[in-house]
């Protein structure tokens, strides 16, 4: 096996063994065969929820990886939406060009991202300030936006259109002799499925890598990881930047999705969304986020359609629930009690509860 | 005579945004520089503060005698919140921040849900003022004195008190402050409510000049941040300096080229400040003292 | 014998305190050198001069021949230099193994970390302990646990900030053990030290920070004979 395959698990990740792996493909087979026996509503709604996925993933790496609570998710969410939809409005759908706009879009946000960051970093500011400094700048990037109604705010064709949001952008879509093949329905769902299993695996290697060791290093002592010789700043901005393009992934995979993006999608409460599902399915882990994410969004869909005020109390309740009696995120705490359950040899009471995990996973 | 006239009305704007910035921020900085903690339910004891004055002025109270029941209201609500599930969270400030935005999150909706999405307003009191040819709101001036009046009071509060002794002692040496006696809990509790009841005041203060909604704390909050970013830890030496800063550089961009360029001059100073003075003022001032 | 680190007119003011002050102080190389001084003598800062957490006021500082004083702390440390801190600077939340990995991660090839970890957690007493959180570890295992990271990244100088504070005397003893077999094998090693016995154990040469300047050097005999040793210790500072 190659090297870099065995960074799929090590001691960052949650699950591994036989038993993960055959739960994985049992969880990714049913994935694949879902759209021949479900409904197209429901295919479609399932490829919606993956769309969000990206950007929890890069919030997790950000702050429950590296520990930099970020608020920036959803501006470079924001940037890529807009940015995939004046590309896609100016250039057309001509020869594959929607793809060109959907990178182009993910490397605005990934641009933003490493301003921004280095800004910040670079500036010291750490704890509590980055949290808010993020915030701040995603709530006026989205108040600028709101503002941008009347005609003078376009850029070629595309009219920003200010709080009302932006249509009539173009859907991915592909050449296919002669015609064009709409990326949607059931190819969206498989494209989206492929990409996520796709990111989720290539994150697994790069937190089990050498590279991950020093962001969790930063995590637990800052410090002590530059005492150890390591420029953190500059593992901090790297995985920011990365981040920042997950987002942007969601953002512009969003904007296709739905031919439609508005300054809402950045301000409240959709800020509040990526922390809440990091938060509670468990940010220090990438299994934990994304099946976390998963279940609240599909739990916040079925409240949703009572009451938009019940699911966001519900989500707010979770997350102060979460952060009380459960930091470390509700999957991981499930994930443990789950392993504590099958461990077969007896615990020794003095070791603390912690340690079972990692005990049992060397 | 015309220049003084655009003089004033230049200062004044100044004032007027110094004014907003250290009501929006002074409570926010508060809890900030005494515990470490961001409370990011800032807003919502702002729009808790401008509900409950507003409704004790339909019940018949006079406007300030409301104000100060916003007030209390807000800090009541903020020392219940404290001794419930703040002081849980003093070793984990980025936890914290997650909590008070959970908080927020179950206010607005919760108030949303309760009240409706608007209330209605009591109306600015009247009476304008003439200088040059520019008329200005009388009310405006009284939000000016009461942002200095804040100012003066938390200068008496920390420096002057019983209780601001306890205060910066718990702030600078908490084990040595419950050594000698300091009740710590308590000292938290307290500059927690204090927090929230100016958070209110400000409410009540903006209420009769706003609109009533459930998300009307967002106006404030971004501000407040950005004052207490720039500012630091220290409300006297560095919010309100901030605030003068910032109310200027505001003015004049607002002035010159509109309300956008106004708020991005803002977030611009804010990315140079953390730039030059990663501690705020507050640690430039302090270590120009030392 | 060559220096491996040399300050000439070393100096750090936080505003009106001059922490300090003008200090030329040299440690040759391959030698075993204790620091020792009243609290507030300005050990710890010279410390964190050393390493890059503060800017100088004046003065520079130079490492095996080359002018670091405006380096950052991680490029200090990449020129050979370590440090074991005096709060236990261990990643707490990470397994023992983790913590020695992150340390040798980029000083050893990938093929050999493992067996590089192994030999690590043997030298430092903590086979058994491997798979433990290392907040979990007692005080002094947290201890050793970092000069054990400190020495992973094979400095030619490695800085002990009161390595044995908090420890029992049969734990000071095993430390001065490790700290001897690290010299042994040519590591230069500066200390700084409350402990007396253990200082005793330690050093061939001691030098006496007091009030922010170098107070006195030598041998441990010259250092217990000085007057002015014995009175700064006794007349202003209750421990030592």
């Known amino acids: ?231 953190i700043r500059k593992y901090q901005l790297a995985i920011f930047v990365i981040g920042g393009a997950l987002a942007g992934i969601s953002g512009a995979m969003y904007t296709s999705w739905g031919q439609f993006i508005t300054p809402a999608t950045m301000a409240l409460p959709a800020v509040a969304m990526p922390i809440i599902w990091v938060a509670v399915g468990g940010r220090k882990d990438l299994t934990a986020t994304l099946v976390g994410t998963f279940v609240l969004l599909y739990v916040f869909q079925t409240v949703t359609v009572y009451s938009q005020q019940y699911a966001l109390i519900l989500m707010g309740a979770l997350l102060l629930l979460t952060v009380l009696f459960a930091p470390s995120g509700y999957v991981v705490a499930f994930a443990e009690l789950l392993r504590r359950l099958t461990a077969a040899k007896p615990r020794d009471n003095a070791v603390s509860r912690r340690v079972i995990r990692r005990a049992t996973d060397d | 005579m015309d220049l003084l006239a655009e003089v ?81 969270l003093y070793e984990r400030p980025l936890d914290s921040i997650v909590a008070t935005w959970g908080i927020s999150l179950i206010v607005t909706q919760g108030t949303l849900l309760a009240l409706g999405s608007t209330w209605p307003g009591i109306g600015t009191p009247a009476g304008t003022f003439l200088v040059g040819e520019y008329t200005y ?143 705020g003022i507050t640690g430039w001032l302090t270590r120009r003292r030392a | 014998m060559a220096s491996i680190l040399e300050t000439r007119s070393l100096q750090k003011r936080f505003g009106g305190l001059q922490a300090v002050a003008n200090v030329d102080f040299e440690i040759d190389d391959g030698e075993l050198h204790c620091l020792i001084g009243p609290n507030g003598a300005g050990k710890s800062t010279l410390f964190k001069l050393i390493l890059g957490r503060y800017p100088p006021t004046a003065g520079t500082i130079r490492f095996r021949g080359e002018d670091i004083t405006h380096l950052r702390s991680y490029e200090r440390i990449r020129r050979g230099m370590s440090i074991k801190m005096q709060v236990p600077g261990i990643f707490k939340d990470l397994s023992v193994r983790q913590n020695l990995a992150i340390a040798l991660q980029e000083h050893c090839r990938p093929a050999r970390l493992a067996a590089e970890i192994d030999r690590l957690a043997e030298f430092v007493d903590l086979t058994e302990q491997a798979s433990q959180l290392a907040g979990n570890l007692s005080h002094g295992q947290q201890q050793w646990l970092e000069i054990g990271m400190a020495v992973a990244i094979k400095p030619s100088l490695l800085l002990l900030d009161e390595p044995t504070a908090g420890m029992s005397p049969e734990e000071t003893f095993k430390t001065g053990e490790i700290v001897h077999r690290l010299n042994a094998e040519r590591m230069t090693i500066l200390v700084v030290e409350h402990d007396m016995t253990f200082i005793r154990q330690m050093a061939r040469r001691i030098t006496v920070m007091h009030l922010g300047t170098i107070f006195a050097q030598g041998t441990m005999d010259e250092i217990t004979r000085h007057e002015g040793v014995s009175r700064i210790y006794l007349g202003e500072s209750h421990d030592g």
């Not at chain 1, 090297?3 to 049913?30: E, Y």
């Not at chain 2, 029941?69 to 609500?77: K, R």
């Open chain 1, 1 to 231: 096996m190659p090297r870099f395959l065995k960074l799929l698990h090590g001691d960052q990740t949650i699950g591994r063994g036989p038993a993960f792996w055959v739960g994985f493909c049992v969880v990714l087979l049913g994935a694949l065969l879902y759209p021949l026996g479900a409904d197209d509503y429901y295919v479609g709604n399932t490829a919606y929820f993956f769309i969000w996925i990206f950007m929890a993933l890069g919030l997790s790496l950000i702050w429950g990886y590296t520990g930099m609570l970020s608020f920036g998710q959803t501006a470079f969410f924001g940037l890529a939406g807009y940015g995939y939809g004046v590309i896609s409005i100016n250039l057309g759908s001509a020869y594959g060009l929607t793809f060109f706009a959907l990178v182009s879009a993910v490397l605005l946000a990934a641009l933003l991202a490493l301003l921004l960051g280095y800004f910040m970093i670079y500036g010291r500011i750490g704890g509590v300030f980055f949290g808010i400094v993020t915030l701040s700048v995603t709530f006026a990037f989205s108040q600028f936006l709101a503002q941008t109604a009347g005609p003078q705010w376009r850029i070629g064709a595309a009219r920003l259109n200010g709080y009302n949001g932006m249509g009539g952008i173009l859907p991915l879509s592909l050449p296919w002799f002669g015609e064009e093949i709409y990326i949607e329905g059931s190819i969206l769902y498989y494209l989206l499925l492929v990409m996520l299993v796709v990111c989720y695996l290539a994150l697994r290697i790069l937190v089990n890598s050498r590279f991950g060791n020093v962001l969790v290093a930063i995590r637990e002592n800052p410090e002590r990881a530059e005492m150890l010789g390591y420029d």
């Open chain 2, 137 to 279: 709101a009388s009310y405006r001036l009284v939000l000016i004195g009461s942002a200095i009046a804040v100012l003066v009071l938390i200068y008496w509060v920390f420096m002057k008190t019983r209780y601001g002794v306890f205060a910066r002692a718990t702030m600078q040496q908490p084990a040595m402050a419950r050594a000698l006696g300091v009740r710590t809990p308590i000292v938290y509790s307290v500059t927690f409510g204090i927090g929230a009841a100016l958070a209110g005041l400000t409410g009540g203060l903006f209420a009769p000049t706003m609109t009533l909604i459930p998300m009307m704390g967002m106006t404030f909050i971004v501000e407040a941040f950005v004052t207490v970013v720039v500012g630091g830890a220290d409300v006297l030496l560095g919010t309100a300096p901030a605030a003068i800063v910032l109310g200027v550089i505001k003015a004049a961009l607002t002035a010159w080229y509109g309300q956008l360029f106004g708020q991005i001059g803002l977030l611009i100073t804010v990315v140079i400040v953390i730039r030059v003075l990663p501690e």
């Open chain 2, 8 to 88: 004033f009305s230049f200062v004044f704007q100044a004032a007027d945004v110094f004014a907003f910035l250290v009501l929006a921020a002074s409570g926010l900085a508060i809890i900030f520089g005494m515990m470490g903690i961001i409370n990011l339910a800032h807003g919502e004891f702002i729009m808790c503060g401008a509900y409950v004055t507003v409704i004790t002025v339909q019940t018949g109270m006079p406007l300030p005698l409301a104000i100060l029941c916003g007030a209390l209201a807000a800090g009541l609500i903020g020392i219940a919140l404290e001794r419930t599930i703040i002081h849980r």
